[in-house]
């Protein structure tokens, strides 16, 4: 009965058109974590709309105690954005991020500041990375990079996105596939687009978008060694 099951979501799913996703909208969602092919604890993502035309973007993992390597696993981070009247630009204005571990935590606070045309991040952040960062626009926080990714993902396009984040600024170029493939998450197969970035140090960053899904269906960051940190989507639900 449960392999049926499958079968009847994956081909309702594969019917769905892919293209650009439906206007931001507020939804949590859950994800299953990974690490180095384990599974190591959950997250959830997290949009939420503040006022006028603020809104808030938080990730959250919480990686299980006991094992080995899971220091980078529990953190969060959020940015507060704002939204152009159209949906078609995201902006941040605030960053925070916070790693929890055991015996030591870091607390990163970061503001965008649009009209000096700088960001600048305080906390336990390095020294060289308190300088202030020139900004430009379309300018991006990592978080922010995910949801822009589901709202520009189109078969065979290349997306352009510039990374600042933590007191760096980096552009990333991301390659979405021609074509959709099949992805199973829990009980459920989406017809997804895989849209991948490879970094010059060999490390790598795919994610999976589905077509009227308001959050990624998988993101899998992995480095030269192999499979790294791997979110898999188990539910995700409107909040409004």
């Given at each position: ?86 949906g ?15 015996f ?60 600042v ?20 998450v ?35 960051k ?19």
């Open positions: 009965m449960r392999s049926l099951s499958l079968a009847l979501a994956t081909l309702l799913l594969a019917w769905l058109p892919q293209g650009r996703a439906a206007a931001l909208e507020p939804f949590l969602a859950t994800y299953d974590a990974w690490y180095e092919g384990r599974h190591a604890g959950d997250a959830t993502m997290r949009v939420a709309h503040l006022d006028g035309t603020r809104w808030e973007v938080e990730l959250d993992i919480r990686g299980r105690h006991g094992l080995l390597g899971l220091a980078r696993l529990n953190m969060g981070q959020s940015t507060v954005f704002d939204v152009a009247d159209d078609g630009r995201f902006r941040p204005l605030t960053q925070r991020t916070v790693r929890k571990a055991l030591f935590g870091r607390e990163i606070d970061g503001v965008y500041d649009w009209d000096a045309g700088t960001a600048q991040w305080s906390g336990d952040v390095s020294k060289r990375r308190r300088n202030p960062v020139p900004l430009r626009e379309g300018d991006l926080s990592a978080l922010l990079i995910n949801l822009a990714i589901i709202r520009d993902a189109e078969p065979g396009v290349t997306l352009n996105y510039r990374f984040d933590n007191g760096r600024a980096r552009d990333h170029v991301y390659r979405v596939a021609e074509e959709p493939e099949i992805v199973e829990g009980d459920l197969s989406y017809s997804a687009l895989r849209v991948s970035r490879v970094d010059d140090d060999d490390d790598e960053t795919l994610v999976w978008v589905a077509s009227g899904v308001p959050t990624p269906i998988r993101i899998l992995r480095d030269a060694e192999g499979d790294d940190v791997d979110l898999r989507l188990i539910e995700y639900q409107g909040t409004e």
